[in-house]
């Protein structure tokens, strides 16, 4: 047993159910989450005011009627359509930084967040505006808030391999400011096999590689992602449970699933939160973490996913524990610096 496990057996409090201060405190890192997607409806109405745009929604209460989603698809022709009002370097500036406030809030020491560079240069936006503006608020976040982070670009998958290699081509530049690739956009039609030589290319510029997969798609596209992609985590993952042979595999390998709930229940997944899987997945020795995914169109920020695992699975403090220590295990940080993170994470627990 490692001291972790049995720091968590041994406190009486580990089989309460986790509370809101509790899970606040805990240490937590977020590896699911697009920038894009923590965009709220207050700064897309301030930026297409300061940007000369028209949007197609009357107020902030028209626009969050309109989050009513059937399936990603529903989701995803929103949200490419929201960020239009996105065009400066201070608009990308200001959208990360609302998004590390959240985090200081809520008790996120690191994180690993997603951009879609093409959502942006595809419309004229230079892959330069797009960088600077969130590397510069990343930068901040360290410096002023205590958060790290290594950002990481994504690769639209409705579109081709071409463009994610035009993609990687440009960003080549700016090698400095990101630590990995992601795969994310429309999964069913698009099986990861599609992106094998740029994923390659990638590796061998020494970037992680992570990629959405099992979030509507079947279990081929997490062993495409595993065995072509060699991504080192899957994004999503849930509909592992479709096949016990994955689920014992992805526990023997230790590969990390970033799990969003309110995404998944929002995007319909799953019809409710009281038949989410994770806390069966977590049982059985898989590495799951929890994460917002993008939680200005669904519902809330890491700490209201946490709260909703509580709430409706009955999340105790060990299994909150747990998971946090899992988003620290799964990050890319170094040993060293997990080993202080989860140390943070022990004095939470026996406090
Ligand atoms: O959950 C998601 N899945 C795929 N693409 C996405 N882009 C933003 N969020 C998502
Ligand atoms: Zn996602």
Redesign the pocket.
């Known amino acids: 047993m490692s001291g972790f496990e049995h720091i968590l057996q041994n406190t009486r409090a580990a089989s309460e159910r986790a509370d809101e201060a509790f899970l606040r405190a805990l240490p937590k890192t977020e590896l699911h989450l ?1 920038l ?2 923590s965009l709220e409806p207050e700064l897309m109405f301030e930026l297409a005011a300061r940007n000369g745009i028209q949007l197609p929604y009357q107020d902030v209460d028209q626009i969050r009627q309109a989050y009513n989603f059937t399936n ?1 698809q529903s ?2 022709d929103i ?1 490419y359509q929201c960020a239009d009002v996105l065009r400066t370097e201070q608009d990308f500036y200001d959208l990360t930084w609302a998004y590390l406030q959240r985090c200081h809030e809520e008790g996120v020491v690191h994180i690993e967040p ?1 951009f ?1 560079p093409q959502t942006h240069t595809d419309r004229g936006i230079a892959m330069q505006t797009v960088l600077d503006g969130i590397s510069r608020a990343l930068a901040d976040g360290h410096e002023q808030l205590g958060i790290s982070s290594g950002l990481i670009l ?1 690769f639209l ?1 409705h579109l081709s391999e071409e463009a994610a290699f035009a993609t990687l081509e440009q960003a080549i530049p700016y090698l400095h400011v990101f630590i990995g690739v992601g795969l ?4 069913l039609g698009n099986p990861p096999e599609k992106f094998a030589k740029v994923f390659a290319a990638a590796a061998e510029l020494g970037l992680h590689r992570v990629a ?1 997969a099992g ?1 509507e798609g079947p279990i081929a596209y997490i062993e495409g992602a595993l065995d072509v992609l060699n991504v080192e985590r899957i ?2 993952g849930v509909r592992c449970t479709d096949s016990e042979a994955m689920m014992t595999r992805l526990a023997a390998e230790g590969i990390p699933l970033t799990v ?1 709930p309110l ?1 998944n229940t929002r ?1 319909k997944v799953y019809q409710h939160m009281s038949e989410h899987p994770i806390l069966e997945l977590l049982q059985r020795g898989l590495c799951v973490t929890v994460n917002a ?2 939680p200005a169109f669904f519902g809330g920020y890491l700490l209201a996913n946490y709260q909703a695992l509580a709430d409706h699975l009955g999340m105790t403090r060990g299994q909150a524990a747990q998971l946090a220590a899992n988003s620290i295990q799964a990050s890319f940080i170094t040993v060293e610096q997990k080993t202080l993170l989860l140390e943070k994470l022990e004095q939470v627990i026996v406090a």
Request: aromatic share 12%; proline share 0%.
């Open positions: 697009h894009e997607g990603l989701f995803l949200y997603f879609d994504c998958r994310d956009s429309s999964e959405h979030e994004d999503h969003c995404s995007l995914d993008d």
